[in-house]
C-alpha cells in the first residue's frame, strides 16, 4: 500500500545564528570576569574551607565566668586575659580579670591589670576597687586605703568597693569601721560572694569564728567551688577546736586546686595540733612533690621532725630552708630564707638542734641573730641564753657529748608551725 505523506518532511529547521553568537559571548564575558576577580582573590576558589570567625570579647567573658563558677580558676583567668586581647579597651574585662588574679593569690598581676582599667577609664569605681584589693593582698594598706576611698566616692552604692574597704580596715586593725562597711556591703548586694567573705573575714579577726563560719558557709552557696572559703572554713573550725571539720574543708580545698600547697600546709598544721606528727609530716612530703623548691615547706617539716624527737631530720630540713640547700632527687635547688617575723621560729629551732649537737660555730651564727631581731622578746631571749650556755659549757670543759644522748633544752618552747 502506498500512503500519500503530503508535504511532511524529516529536516530540521535550523536556528537564528545571530542568537547563538550573543549567547557565546555571553558565557565568554563570565568566564573572563571570573578569571580577573579569582586574581584579585575577590572570589574564593572552590573547595577551599572558609576562615574561622574570631570569637568576641563577650565569649571569651562567659568562658571565664563559667571557668570560674566550676572552680577552674587558672582556666577562668586565661579566658580573662584573651578577652582582654580581643577588646583591649573594655575596662570590664580587666576589672574582672583583676579580681581573679587576687583569687588566684598574684596580687602583682591584679593590680597591673586594674591599673589599666584605670587608664581606660579614670572615673571607674569598680577599676579603683579591685585597684584596693591588690593593693591589700601586696600589704600596701596605705594605697589600698586611697584606692578604696576613692572607688566609694564615685560610686557610693558600689558593694564590692565598700568590702574590700571593709578587708583593709581589718587588715591595719580598724575594727569598728570596718563591721560598718562590711555591713553596709551586705545591705546593698546580699547576693554577692565577695562581700559575704569579706564579713565573714571580720567575724573571723574579731574572734566570732561560729558567726564567721555562718558567712563563710553563705559565700559558698553562692560559689561552691572557690578553693579560698573552703581554707577559711577549715581555719575556723580548727579554732573552735573541730579538727574533723577543718580538715575536711582543707581536703575539699585540695580537691579543687591539687597544684596548691596551701591546703597541704593546713592539714599538716591541724595534725600538728592534735599531736599526729606522722601524718603531718606526710601532707607536708606532698606539698613538697609539688613544690620541691619551697624553702617554707622545708622549715615546717623540719619543726615537725624537731617535736618528734626527729633532730638529725630536723636539722636537714630547717638547715636547708635557712641556709638552701639542692633537692636529692629532682636537683631542685632551695633558697635559705631570711631571718623575720615569719620564719623567726625556724631560726630559733635550728640554732637550738645545732647546739644540742654542740656545732657550736652554726649554732652561735644563728643564736645571734635571733637575739639581735627580738631583743624585747623574753621567750626568744631565753632560748638564745639557754643555747649558749650549753656552748659555753662544752666548750669550758671541752667534752664531746654523743649527739644521740642529747635532748635540745628549748623543745617546750617551738610553737605551731
Not at 568562658?63 to 586565661?78: M, T
Request: proline content about 5%; hydrophobic content about 40%.
Amino acid at each position: 500500500m502506498y500512503l500519500d505523506r503530503g508535504k511532511f518532511t524529516f529536516n530540521k529547521k535550523r536556528r537564528d545564528r545571530p542568537v547563538r553568537i550573543v549567547i557565546y559571548l555571553i558565557l565568554i564575558a563570565i568566564g573572563i570576569f571570573i578569571v580577573r576577580q579569582r586574581q584579585n582573590e575577590s572570589i574564593a576558589p572552590p573547595f577551599v574551607p572558609t576562615p574561622t570567625a574570631t570569637r568576641s570579647a563577650v565569649s571569651f567573658a562567659r568562658e571565664a565566668e563559667a571557668h570560674f563558677s566550676s572552680g577552674k580558676l587558672d582556666s577562668a583567668i586565661a579566658a580573662y586575659q584573651q578577652a582582654t586581647q580581643s577588646d583591649p579597651n573594655n575596662p570590664d574585662n580587666w576589672i574582672a580579670l583583676s579580681r581573679l588574679q587576687v583569687y588566684a593569690n598574684t596580687p602583682g598581676d591584679a593590680l597591673e591589670s586594674a591599673e589599666t582599667a584605670i587608664l581606660i577609664n579614670a572615673e571607674n569605681s569598680m577599676a579603683h576597687a579591685v585597684r584596693a584589693l591588690a593593693l591589700d593582698w601586696l600589704g600596701e594598706f596605705d594605697e589600698a586605703t586611697t584606692a578604696a576611698v576613692r572607688a566609694i566616692q564615685l560610686d557610693g552604692n558600689n558593694a564590692l568597693a565598700h568590702a574590700y574597704y571593709a578587708e583593709i580596715l581589718t587588715d591595719i586593725s580598724r575594727y569598728g569601721q570596718a563591721g560598718d562597711e562590711a555591713r553596709l556591703a551586705i545591705l546593698i548586694d546580699p547576693n554577692s560572694m565577695d562581700v559575704h567573705r569579706v564579713y565573714g573575714y571580720y567575724l573571723e579577726n574579731v574572734a566570732s569564728y561560729e558567726e564567721a563560719i555562718q558567712e563563710y558557709n553563705t559565700a559558698v552557696t553562692i560559689n561552691p567551688n572557690l578553693a579560698l572559703l573552703y581554707v577559711r572554713l577549715g581555719l575556723n573550725y580548727r579554732v573552735l577546736g573541730d579538727y574533723d571539720m577543718a580538715i575536711e574543708n582543707f581536703q575539699r580545698a585540695s580537691a579543687l586546686n591539687p597544684e596548691d600547697v596551701g591546703p597541704y600546709i593546713s592539714i599538716s598544721r591541724t595534725y600538728f595540733q592534735i599531736g599526729e606528727y606522722s601524718r603531718s609530716s606526710e601532707y607536708l612530703e606532698r606539698a613538697l612533690e609539688i613544690e620541691p623548691n619551697n624553702a617554707d615547706v622545708y622549715g615546717r617539716l623540719g619543726l615537725v621532725e624537731f617535736k618528734a624527737l626527729n633532730y638529725e631530720s630536723a636539722t636537714i630540713d630547717l638547715g636547708c630552708a635557712i641556709e638552701g640547700c639542692t633537692h636529692p632527687e629532682t636537683g631542685a635547688v632551695v633558697d635559705g630564707l631570711s631571718l623575720n617575723r615569719y620564719t623567726l621560729e625556724y631560726y630559733y629551732t635550728y640554732g637550738s638542734v645545732l647546739a644540742a649537737y654542740l656545732h657550736c660555730d652554726r649554732a652561735m651564727s644563728i643564736l645571734i641573730q635571733v637575739s639581735a631581731f627580738a631583743p624585747e622578746d623574753e621567750i626568744v631571749q631565753g632560748i638564745v641564753q639557754e643555747n649558749t650556755n650549753i656552748c659555753a659549757t662544752a666548750d669550758a670543759s671541752s667534752i664531746n657529748v654523743k649527739p644521740e644522748t642529747t635532748l635540745p633544752p628549748s623543745q617546750s618552747a617551738t610553737a605551731v608551725p
